[in-house]
């Protein structure tokens, strides 16, 4: 099995411990810290449960035996892909103490990413709900499970069929854990996937627990704090920004929303008295205009946290009239670097700015195509390298070259502007990505799909600027013999086993993609003139 690794020299390892960023807190330890001095307090609420601190305890020690029992070793890892449970929170903690590695996938995932997550990480077990939403993950399961011979066991919460029932885990006295390395690697996340399919991404104890620590400190957390996880729990914005970790961490409330809509967030905000929460664009939206015929007091909700993709200044400067809060922007990736809007900071620059990083010792380069700094105030691609930013990849040395410089800057492929102040303005995206809702979707791996089409003789996919989504997804298609219609190329999107989000938004069918040197043009560039060319009919017919 490749082991899992998060290299930091050992000069930035020392200088992090030395400023008391990573001060050997793990997970385990946390959880039962946190026991013992909030006890009776209330930790998590979902799904018509209500556990303390010390129930939370419990039951990750009985879902830890139960996952030791399976046969499963420390390092081992395991694909989570649970919907806003309280048992997403008994499961990954139980991971934690059993020193197993999860790994985090989104309800949304199909087979096409289960199989590939479960193939980069070598996990030997999966755990899902029987059923969210209408689909039934035990399909899911068998269809993954028969691609991937190594991936021994199925642990379903609910109705478990055929496999482990997570339920049935029993504590088990003489099972002992071992405390994990701080430095170790922790979990496995994912990556938005700019290019081809997500990477996974390792980050340890160590590097973890300082971005929510500071995180929860930025964002003003504390003990009477109310956190509403509305994102799935899975993202790494609801998990650590400060999110639910953050939360844990200063003994507060999380309360989790099983979907985000108004309708059902709206009421638990006012029975809970929940203070925060974090929003993608197009939600903030829809709650903004939801809050204006609202039946419900959201006068408890102090902070509003908005990121993963733009949030536009003209929206921003509605979240305080219309809701009553603050609003906070959040810029953060799963690989680190997490940028905020202070909440005491001006309003123009909470309604400008996508804020500023976490830590001090947050290193932010913004350079041009070749590398050297632009000058300050001008667009660039931005660099960073720091505390709680990784330096590769799991089991992807091309990844890994692609997306770090040689002195360890993690290459994000986003364009940003740096104010006099240090706050960061981003521009867009210098890799060709859609970021539909912040749901990250790859050009590569969209393409890539759509060419297996026995009709289909090339396709380029875009992002198109979308009112309510931001950007949607349009794929240009240049058909082949028989010429498929629009529904019939997303049900094959569709029967390739892809998350939905990933099926185009739009098919635009062309004779050819009208381009004098065919061959010497990259797919950057014939996605940039297609987008170019398609906006600009789009106004002439407007
Ligand atoms: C968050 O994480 P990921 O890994 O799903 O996506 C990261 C990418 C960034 O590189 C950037 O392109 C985009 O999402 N993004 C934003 C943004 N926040 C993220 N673009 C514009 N404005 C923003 N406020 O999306 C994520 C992770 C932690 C906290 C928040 C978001």
Redesign the pocket.
Known sequence: MIPLQQNFPAEFADRYRAAGYWRGETFPALLKDRAKKFGNRTAVVGADQRWTYCELLQRAEIAACGFLSLGLNPGDRVVVQLPNIPEFFSVVFGLFLARLVPVYALPAHRQTEIVHFAMRAEASAYIVAATHDGFDYRELARSVKSQVPDLHHVVVVGEAQEFTDFCDFRLDPAIGFAQPDPSSVAFL????G?TGLSKL?PRTHDDYIYSFRASAEICGLTEESVYLVSLPAA???P???PGYFGAFYVGAKVVLAPSPSPETAFPLIEREGVTIT?L??PLALLWLQAAQTRKHDLSSLQVL???????MPESAKRVRPILGCTLQ???????GL??YTRLDDPEEIIVET??RPICPDDEVLIVDDQGNPVPEGEPGN?LTRGPYTIRGYHNDPGANARSFTQDGFYK???VVKRTAQGYLV?QG?ATD?I?RA???ISADEIEDHLLAHPNVFDAAVVSIPDEFLGERSCAFVIPQGERPKGPALKAFMRSRKVADFKVPDQIVFVDSFDLTAVGKVSRKELRARLRAQFLAEQQMKA
């Open positions: 996340q994912i990556s938005g700019s991404i993202h790494n914005f998990m650590s920004s974090g993608v664009p946290q908005v990121g993963g993709a733009k949030f922007q959040v810029f953060g990736m799963a690989e997490v940028n996508q804020g931005l994000t492929g986003d981003v995206r990505h970021n912040g749901e990250k």
